[in-house]
């Protein structure tokens, strides 16, 4: 076990100095999707994503909402006034819940989201005697299939807002750590069963002074990505020393932190995760054909290569954690739709 803030300020400043320095003043809020990896190889996806932008996730709006009564309009599918009502009972402890207004609305521009869909909700509620506002924007994951519920990511991020987020900042607490990462806790989050959506609640970070990045077309400025690689830094390094702390080999930790110790995609896939991976590096061929100018015979090579090493196997072995490698529990989907500024 580590008995002081020395192996969270070391791992901090090692963490650091191989991603960023930065005096730039401001907060960086991350989104996040986990998975345990290597720190070498998420730092250059991580550098290659902020600054490109180059794929599409949700987003954020940028502007506060303003409150407006419920109208006759047709209800939300998943969050009815009644399940609104469950939830709210179960957020406050409390049975004695009058929803008094309420407006559940797209949280995202059409197209901008990937796979899940973001509603924003505004509601207006007594509880008991009290008058109280609630802001939330809550992701719907899609129907589990046999392949989404193979990789087990919504179990990771719900596990992520409910447990291992306050327990990182639980640890830099104990160890006396001069940070704490930022932390927005999900009020609510129930997990989907076959046949029903996945629902996670956080809070709606507008009414909290976050907004997205200034140009998201353009991507981040170089004073935006050495904030947001700042807090990435504190990420990597509360991860780092927790699954340090964590591998004692007792039981009972263990399997709290299987779910993000695990890789479900490559090392511990499903049959059916395995099979379209493998299809997936067959594809590799068509995409260097695309690429692939006058001259240059880059399909060639990768058959060469293809005849000497099997890539699937290439591909396990690069995806193992290695016992003298930084390893850490990643973030997974870091690009500025995942991040806020303040």
Known sequence: MLRSSTDVENATKKNRRTLAKSAFSGVAYFVPTLVAHTCEESIRLVILQVLKGA????????????MWKSTKIKEHDTLTKSKLLEILQTVEKNKKVEILEHSVSPGTE?????????????IVARIGKEVKEYHWMVKLEPILTEFTEGQHVEEKEITYY???MSEWNKLAEEKMASFRITNFDSPFAELGKKGKRSILVMENLCHHGYTDAPNKKKGLSLDHTKMALEELARFHALGYVYLKNNSNGLKEEEDKIAIFTTDYLILHPSP???????????????????????GQDFVAIYERFQKKTDPYELLQMLYKPKSNAFNVICHGDVWFNNILFK
Do not use: W, Y
């Not at 794929?55 to 303003?66: A, I, L, W």
């Not at 901008?112 to 909700?121: G, K, L």
């Open 55 to 66: 794929f599409q996730s949700e987003s954020r709006p940028n502007k506060h909402t303003k």
């Open 162 to 164: 409910q447990f291992l």
């Open 272 to 294: 059916k995760t395995e099979g379209l991976m493998k299809q997936f590096t067959k594809e590799i061929v068509n995409t260097v054909c695309l690429i692939e100018e006058p």
């Open 110 to 122: 059409t197209g901008e989201n990937f796979c899940s869909e973001i509603a924003r909700c505004d």
